[in-house]
């Protein structure tokens, strides 16, 4: 079956630095890859998406790029924020499947 | 235009006792999922609507869990003699549908169920 693990949490880092957030899945198929965010007191939101093998997906600054040599997935941005405070999720789907199958969550903090 | 919501936001009950869970998805979305999150887990995939039929209950834990839909709109989730283990964030999400694998699903805030 189809699972997603990525970096466990939690994460600090001080603004301006760069991010990294590792996943990487196991699916059958070529899956679509996804990344949602979940701000504080806000529901998930997707971040950015890719749906074939070395599409680069990027929303906010953040980008990921799909592998499918390495099956990963990973989530980056050259220089964080404030305001990128949030748990992270990476998510994928199979086509003609509609359910998304998650990581546990990265919750990130940034600090001043 | 409004999003995806979902009633109560928090629901305490008892063990053994029944809950039901509501979502209004985002109108003219035809696919509705249901996730749940327990405490340090990712999300769980429950149950899939297309329209008001239900082609993917795979992830419905127990046969105590059960959902309808209904005018393509509104989905209730229900949990029967409820246990401590069903304590968790549930989780409504709304896509268009259009294409396989690839639509947005649009979340709602969410219902924490715990039971005591």
């Known amino acids: 079956g189809n699972s997603v693990t990525q970096m466990e949490g939690p994460v600090t880092l001080s603004e301006e630095a760069f991010l990294t957030i590792n996943c990487t899945y196991t699916a059958t198929g070529y899956p679509s890859l996804f990344w949602y965010v979940q701000y504080p007191g806000e529901g998930l939101q997707l971040l950015l998406k890719a749906t074939k093998a070395d599409d680069k997906g990027s929303n906010k600054g953040f980008e990921a790029t799909y592998r499918k040599e390495t099956t990963s997935f990973h989530l980056e941005k050259g220089s964080v924020q404030v305001s990128d405070s949030a748990v992270y999720f990476c998510a994928l789907s199979n086509f003609g499947n509609e359910k998304l199958t998650f990581g546990t969550g990265t919750r990130l903090t940034i600090i001043p | 235009g409004a999003g995806v919501s979902q009633s109560p936001s928090n629901k305490v009950t008892e063990k053994g006792k029944d809950v039901e869970l509501r979502c209004d998805p985002i109108?003219?979305?035809?696919?509705l999922y249901w996730y749940r999150q327990r405490l340090g887990q990712g999300l769980e995939f429950l149950i899939y609507f297309q329209g008001n039929s239900a082609p993917d209950k795979s992830g419905l834990p127990s046969d105590r869990f059960s959902a309808e839909r209904t005018g393509e709109s509104v989905s209730t989730l229900t949990i029967q003699r409820t246990q401590q283990e069903d304590s968790a964030v549930y989780l409504c999400?709304?896509?268009?549908?259009?294409?396989?694998?690839?639509?947005?699903?649009?979340f709602g805030p969410g219902t924490r169920l715990t039971v005591l």
């Open positions: 109108s003219g979305h035809t696919a």
């Open positions: 999400a709304s896509s268009l549908a259009i294409a396989g694998g690839e639509n947005e699903q649009f």
